[in-house]
């Protein structure tokens, strides 16, 4: 009988110190470090009617540390700040162009809704819109150019999460779409507008300390 007692009381404490992560009135520190593989296909349309379909994977290294609040049980808005390095190869046979790298200094803001099971391991998803500074490498089939650029943009992502503990989370990208508007400098072609669906397989993690409440 004591056993099944304490067996209940344990259930009890494990449940509560999971479920307060993503209480209400708790906060998230975090910091996601990022190595990606991507399969993707995109659309881009330039101001001169100038379009190019592409379809290419991309390579991807990334850090960006984070804040989080929640404003409702299992909904937390935050913002984050990054830096990233990207070399996107696309596949000729879509494409006049053959590779990009990117350098990226970023600013995100999201909102977050967490769908759990046993509030300990499920996926989160919401908005964000962020504002990027670049600068690009383009190598064609017959020329490469460089260029300085400012995004803005959003979209939707999708994230796998899990909490092992009282503090602790960890989190993985899995999904994302999204739109950006780049205006260039020393870009004949003028600004770009980017669509993109992105299905990631990737080692994107993310580790977090919960406090609050």
Do not use: C, W
Not at 121 to 147: A, M
């Amino acid at each position: 009988m004591y056993k099944k007692l304490l067996l209940v009381v344990l259930s009890v404490i494990t449940l509560q110190a999971a479920k307060a992560q993503t209480e209400k009135g708790n906060q998230l520190l975090g910091a996601t470090f990022g190595v990606s593989f991507t399969n993707s296909n995109s659309r881009t349309a330039f101001d001169n009617t100038i379009s190019d379909n592409s379809k290419g994977k991309l390579t991807s290294y990334s850090i960006s540390p984070s804040y989080s609040y929640f404003i409702a049980d299992k909904l937390d808005i935050g913002a984050s700040v990054g830096y990233s390095y990207s070399n996107q190869k696309y596949d000729p046979a879509f494409s006049s162009q053959i590779q990009q790298q990117n350098k990226n200094f970023s600013a995100t803001i999201f909102l977050r809704k967490y769908f759990l099971f046993d509030n300990k391991i499920g996926i989160r998803t919401g908005p964000y819109l962020g504002y990027q500074k670049q600068k690009q490498l383009y190598v064609y089939t017959s020329n490469e150019n460089n260029y300085n650029s400012d995004s803005y943009g959003g979209g939707v992502n999708m994230d796998l999460v899990y909490f092992p503990s009282k503090n602790i989370g960890l989190a993985a990208g899995l999904a994302n779409l999204s739109y950006q508007h780049q205006k260039f400098t020393g870009n004949s072609l003028g600004n770009a507008n980017t669509f993109s669906l992105n299905f990631v397989n990737s080692f994107i993690l993310s580790a977090y300390y919960a406090f609050g409440k």
